[in-house]
């Protein structure tokens, strides 16, 4: 199995900037996509997004694209999500998963994703 921890969430007015991290550890080899979505009381949890394990592919949701980054340092075994002029909209927990099955396309959906992180807040003030 593969283990996820999240950091780097806190408090920020708009406009501003975070950086969130997700270090794997246990079976990494495994993984073949990394991804990070949200989730605000009462939603979904919804896509955000990912990055493959190996190569240089990425993929965006629509309202982040342009905004944020995804981006890895394998030898650390950890994502990186920069976020850049952050908005109250984006307030929400955000949340790394791992997707250890290999396929085409880009994994968007919840359920691809076999393992998650515990989710760290991210609050985003007007």
């Known amino acids: 199995q593969a283990q996820l921890v999240e950091s780097g969430g806190g408090l920020v007015q708009a406009g501003d900037s975070l950086r969130l991290s997700c270090t794997a550890s246990?079976?990494?080899?495994?993984?073949?996509?990394m991804g990070w979505f949200r989730q605000t009381p009462g939603k979904e949890r919804e896509f955000v997004a990912a990055?493959?394990?190996?190569?240089?592919?990425?993929y965006y949701a629509d309202s982040v694209k342009g905004r944020w980054t995804i981006s890895r340092d394998n030898a650390k075994n950890t994502v990186y999500l920069q976020m850049n002029d952050l908005k109250p909209e984006d307030t929400a927990v955000y949340y790394c998963?791992?997707?250890?099955?290999?396929?085409?396309?880009?994994?968007?959906?919840?359920?691809?994703?076999?393992?998650w992180g515990q989710g760290t807040q991210v609050t985003v003030s007007s």
């Open positions: 990055i493959r394990w190996t190569g240089s592919r990425t």
């Open positions: 246990g079976r990494t080899f495994s993984v073949y996509t």
């Open positions: 998963a791992a997707d250890v099955t290999i396929k085409l396309t880009m994994a968007i959906g919840v359920t691809e994703y076999e393992y």
